[in-house]
């Protein structure tokens, strides 16, 4: 299977589904519907550390699986898990098989035509790393390199948009192909959040990688499908008062060793 | 944050293979009977149904098995119709090894002599015990050695069905080499597993072959 085909087939689904009302008839009400079935279906991507991920004992972790205990604690129903790759989010939104994407869902203008979003909880900071013997400073500088990416991600989103002529991107798709790929030597620069760089470097202790720059820092918010504003409106309101009592700048710092971003604090007070 | 590898991810690993291993009988059981359908109607004598066997093939063999998982997985989500992932990547996979099985086997028919059909007809047989008694026997010996190699493309190819979110034994080594961090002794215990479910299915056609073929 060649990768082009694989693209154009997620293209393709992507922009059917965005038939407008389709799939939306069948379901009237998304927060009632999770309070009468009495759980929630939330997508999630279990091999993207340590956003998600798997523990020593194959049990789920990361912050989005802490995020997603903490949110069906307050919604009072019990949490069925969907697995997804960051590639088939919004298909699997859109088709109906969760109620909710919690799995480091960038909020990009791009989504918010087939999908709808929550205020943002937390944010990624998206950026290149690469060798540190090289002076990279910016997107001018990755001419006649070849960088990694994780197919479908926002990093992939900045990188194509900055990209310059003579540059190739290499993408990969999931982030633990990607990883595996920059770890094993194949590709000296990565486009990612922070947090990878580290662990792929666990890995690459004889040539690690250091962030040259950063491209973007991504808010990222729950996914919901569009025209459910009770849904909307809770998750809206489960966002603030957990950012205002503290509990996911707690989570956020538990494993990425820092609070959370100003612009995210900021969209819940107002 | 990772871990070495542990019997927990060994028994992850195990777990994938078990549904990669039923989505390849799956595929193998269905693929086999449709297969048959396809081939016997490629070779019909009323030219409707050879026609529509023919167009069966050429569009299934014409479109990537992902498109296939795509449509049956997500497409028909859109109409209302949702399948399980395991139904949707069986179907998509029995439809795809149908075609190819199909076309495999018109071959392994034509391969046959027109003269034993001549032979049989001469003999008064009808057209179907022509078929059942006289060319089948000789085209399955024929058929051995290039169904098996389908059939091995197909175990490979059930990773696909990671696409629709199932987590067969492909995407079970990403997520263990996720928690690891260990692509090396990772992969090669999915690569081995791969080989053990595919060598027996060459042994057999080996072993098949030499029943068959008279010496």
């Known amino acids: ?37 009495g759980r929630i279906r939330i997508a999630m991507d279990l091999g993207a550390p340590p956003f998600g991920m798997m523990d020593n004992r194959m049990q789920p972790t990361g912050s989005e699986v802490d995020t997603a205990n903490l949110l069906v604690a307050d919604l009072g129903v019990p ?25 480091v869902f960038g909020i990009t203008e791009e989504r918010r035509r087939v999908i709808d979003f929550s205020i943002p909880y937390a944010a990624v900071a998206s950026v290149v790393a690469g060798l540190p013997a090289d002076t ?9 390199k070849r960088i990694a990416v994780t197919r479908g991600t926002t990093n992939d989103q900045e990188l194509t948009r900055g990209i310059p002529r003579g540059a190739e991107i290499v993408r990969f798709e999931d982030d633990a192909t990607s990883i595996t790929a920059v770890a094993s030597g194949q590709v000296d620069y990565f486009a990612t959040a922070p947090a990878l760089i580290e662990q792929v470097n666990q890995r690459r202790t ?3 990688l250091e962030v040259k720059f950063t491209m973007r820092n991504f808010p990222y918010g729950v996914g919901l499908r569009q025209g459910e504003p009770a849904l909307k409106a809770w998750l809206d309101g489960w966002v603030r008062t957990n950012v205002a009592n503290g509990k996911l700048e707690e989570i956020f710092r538990r494993y990425h060793g820092l609070g959370l971003p100003p612009e995210v604090l900021e969209a819940a007070r107002a | 944050m990772t871990g070495e590898f542990n019997l927990f991810h060994a028994g992850y690993l195990l777990q994938g293979a078990v549904w990669t291993l039923l989505l390849a009988v799956i595929a193998i059981l ?26 069966y093939v050429q569009v299934i063999q014409g479109t990537p098995l992902l498109i296939l998982m795509f449509i049956a997985f997500f497409g028909l989500s859109i109409l209302g119709i949702t399948l399980p992932a395991l139904v949707a990547a069986g179907v998509a996979l029995v439809l795809y090894s149908a075609a190819f099985l199909g076309e495999i086997w018109r071959g392994c028919f034509q391969a046959v002599p027109q003269a034993q059909h001549e032979a049989g007809a001469a003999l008064g047989l009808r057209p179907f015990s022509i078929l059942r008694l006289i060319v089948l026997p000789q085209a399955v010996r024929i058929a051995v050695p290039p169904t098996v190699g389908f059939l091995v493309q197909v175990v490979k190819n059930t990773s696909i069905a990671s696409i629709v979110g199932f987590t067969e034994l492909a995407r079970a080594g990403q997520i263990v080499n996720n928690a690891t961090f260990q692509p090396f002794l990772c992969f090669t215990i999915v690569a081995g597993i791969y ?21």
């Open chain 2, 30 to 55: 269905g693929g086999g009977v449709l297969g048959l359908v396809v081939a016997i109607g490629r070779v019909a004598r009323p030219w409707p149904v050879r026609l529509l066997a023919g167009a």
């Open chain 1, 136 to 144: 990279v400073r910016g997107f001018a500088d990755l001419a006649g």
């Open chain 1, 1 to 37: 299977m060649t990768h082009p085909t694989r693209r154009a087939a997620l293209l393709t689904a992507g922009a059917l589904l965005g038939a407008p009302g389709l799939v939306r008839a069948q379901a009237p009400d998304a927060l009632a519907r999770v309070r009468r079935d």
């Open chain 1, 206 to 208: 004889n040539r690690p």
């Open chain 2, 195 to 215: 080989f053990l479910l595919c060598y027996p299915l060459s042994c057999w056609a080996r072993a098949l072959e030499r029943r068959l073929v008279p010496a």
């Open chain 1, 79 to 103: 949490l069925e898990r969907v697995a997804v790759t960051s590639a088939n989010r919004v298909p699997f939104l859109l088709t109906d098989r969760c109620d909710v994407v919690v799995s």
